[in-house]
C-alpha cells in the first residue's frame, strides 16, 4: 500500500517535471522565434534607411505588430508576434523570410506527414500517430485537416509538374528509381527521380515521374518532358546506379553529358558478390581506387583490385569491370566537386528516413497520394540542400573549359 502510494507520487513528480520542462523548452523556442523575427525586421528597415521622402523623412519604418498568432511545432502550439512595417512608397510589401504570412506550421510537422503516409499509415491514423509524436498539442491536426492538406500538396504537384523549364540550366544531375508499393494498385510503383545543380551551385528537385520499372521507356518519357517544357541545355555530367534504363534514353535524349556511375551503389554491388569475411578489407581497397588523387592512380589501384580477387571472386571482379570508364568521368571535373558527384547522395540522403532499396514499404494509398507525399518530402528537404562546394567553377564548365584530375586544363598543356 505505501509502495503504490510512493510510486503514485513518483509519477505525479515525474509528470509535473515534464509538463514544466515542455512549458519552459515552449517558452525558449517562442523567445528564440520572437527574436529572430524582430532581428529580421530590424536588418530590413536598416537596409532601407537611405529611402527617404521629400521632407527627409524615412519611407520605410516600422509600424506596431501584426495580430498574434499560433504556429503548430514539435514543442505544441507557439503564439508569435509579427512586428508589421510601413512602405510609404509601397514600391513593396515585407514579408518574413522566417515567419511567412500564411504559415500555420513548421517545417518539422510538414516533413513528418508524408513521411508517416509514405511508411505505410492511413488518414484516419494520423492523429493518433501525431500525438504519440508531438504529444496532445497536434489533436488540431485531425483526420479531415490531413485530408485538406493533401488535397492542397496534390495541387501544388501538378502545378510544379508542368512548370517552364525554359530557363533552367543544370551543370550536373543525379537520377535515381525509388520503389514503393501502393494497397489500391496492384504493381510496386518506382518513382523516378532527378535532382539537378544550377549555375548558382544550388541543388534543385527536376523531375519525380511515376513509372512501373526502371526502364528506358520510363527514363525516356522523363526527359523527352523536360525538353518539351524548354530545358535546352544537356548537363555536364550525369550520376547515376549502373543498373538503370536511365543511361539508354539520356544517350537518346541528350547525347552530350559524360557518365559518372555511382561509387556508393558499386561498392555495395561488388561487396555482395564477396563473402562477409573479406568484405571489410575489400571495401578498403574499392575505397583506394575512387580516393586517388589522378585517374591514372585510381586505375592502377583499380587493377591491383583485380590481380587480388579475380580468381577466388570472379563476379565481382565482374561487377567492377562493368562500367569501368563511367566509374572514373569524375576525374574530368573540378576536384572540388569530386564529393559531391561521385555518388547519388542527393537523392540517398533525402529519401533515406522513408525508403531503402531492398525494402519494401508496408504500402500507400493511391498512386496520386504516394506521388504527392513523395514530392512534398522532397521539396521540404530542398530547403536544406547545400549548395556545391567551389560552386565558382561552375562557371568555367558552362564555357567549355576541360579539367585532367580535377584541375584546370591550362592553354599551355592544351598545346602540348
Known amino acids: 500500500m505505501i509502495h503504490d502510494f510512493i510510486s503514485e507520487d513518483k509519477n505525479h513528480a515525474n509528470n509535473q517535471f515534464q509538463s ?16 529572430a523575427i524582430e532581428t529580421e525586421v530590424a536588418e530590413y528597415i536598416e537596409m532601407n534607411r537611405q529611402r527617404t521622402d521629400e521632407s527627409g523623412k524615412r519611407i520605410v519604418v ?10 503548430q511545432s514539435g ?31 513548421t517545417p518539422s510537422v510538414e516533413t513528418l506527414i508524408p513521411a508517416l503516409y509514405l511508411k505505410g499509415i492511413s488518414s484516419g491514423d494520423f492523429t493518433e500517430a501525431l500525438e504519440a509524436i508531438l504529444g496532445e498539442n497536434a489533436k488540431g491536426l485531425s483526420s479531415t485537416n490531413i485530408t485538406r492538406l493533401k488535397s492542397i500538396w496534390q495541387q501544388e504537384y501538378k ?21 514503393f508499393n501502393v494497397r489500391l494498385d496492384d504493381n510496386r510503383l518506382c518513382f523516378l527521380v532527378i535532382i539537378g545543380a544550377l549555375p548558382d551551385g544550388r541543388k534543385e528537385l527536376v523531375a519525380i515521374h511515376v513509372g512501373y520499372r526502371e526502364s ?27 543498373a538503370l534504363g536511365f543511361w539508354a534514353a539520356l544517350e537518346e535524349a541528350f547525347p552530350e553529358p ?81 564529393q559531391h558527384i561521385k555518388t547519388t547522395n542527393p537523392i540517398e540522403s533525402t529519401f533515406a528516413t522513408t525508403w531503402h532499396r531492398t525494402r519494401q514499404t508496408k504500402g500507400c494509398g493511391s498512386e496520386m497520394a504516394t506521388v504527392t507525399m513523395v514530392f512534398k518530402l522532397a521539396t521540404s528537404a530542398e530547403k536544406k540542400w547545400r549548395r556545391l562546394r ?4 561552375i562557371e ?12 584546370e586544363v591550362k592553354e599551355a598543356q592544351k598545346v602540348a
Not at 514544466?20 to 527574436?35: D, I, N, S
Not at 516600422?62 to 504556429?71: A, D, Q, T, W, Y
Not at 586517388?292 to 590481380?307: H, M, N, S
Open 20 to 35: 514544466a520542462l515542455e512549458e519552459t523548452l515552449r517558452e525558449g523556442a517562442r523567445k528564440l522565434l520572437q527574436q
Open 216 to 242: 528506358k521507356l520510363s527514363w525516356l518519357e522523363v526527359l523527352n518532358d523536360l525538353k518539351k517544357r524548354g530545358l535546352e541545355d544537356a548537363p555536364k555530367l550525369a550520376i547515376g546506379d549502373g
Open 159 to 179: 502545378e510544379w509538374e508542368s512548370r517552364s523549364l525554359s530557363k533552367k540550366q543544370y551543370v550536373y544531375i543525379w537520377v535515381d528509381g525509388i520503389y
Open 258 to 338: 559524360k557518365q559518372q556511375r555511382c561509387w556508393v551503389h558499386k561498392t555495395a554491388n561488388i561487396l555482395d558478390k564477396m563473402p562477409k569475411c573479406i568484405q571489410s578489407s575489400a571495401k578498403r581497397h574499392i575505397h583506394d581506387i575512387y580516393m586517388a588523387p589522378t585517374k591514372q592512380q585510381g586505375l592502377r589501384a583499380y587493377e591491383e583490385f583485380i590481380e587480388k580477387y579475380d580468381d577466388r571472386y570472379p563476379k565481382a571482379c565482374e561487377c567492377l569491370r562493368k562500367d569501368k570508364d563511367q566509374l572514373f568521368s569524375f576525374y574530368e571535373f573540378p576536384a572540388i566537386h569530386w
Open 396 to 407: 568555367k564548365l558552362i564555357k567549355g573549359i576541360k579539367f585532367k584530375d580535377g584541375e
Open 62 to 71: 516600422r509600424n506596431g505588430h501584426l495580430p498574434e498568432r499560433s504556429v
Open 390 to 393: 567551389g560552386y565558382r567553377e
Open 75 to 105: 514543442l505544441g502550439q507557439i503564439p508569435v508576434k509579427c512586428p508589421r512595417i510601413r512602405d510609404k512608397s509601397r514600391s513593396e510589401k515585407f514579408a518574413s523570410k522566417i515567419l511567412p504570412p500564411y504559415m500555420r506550421r
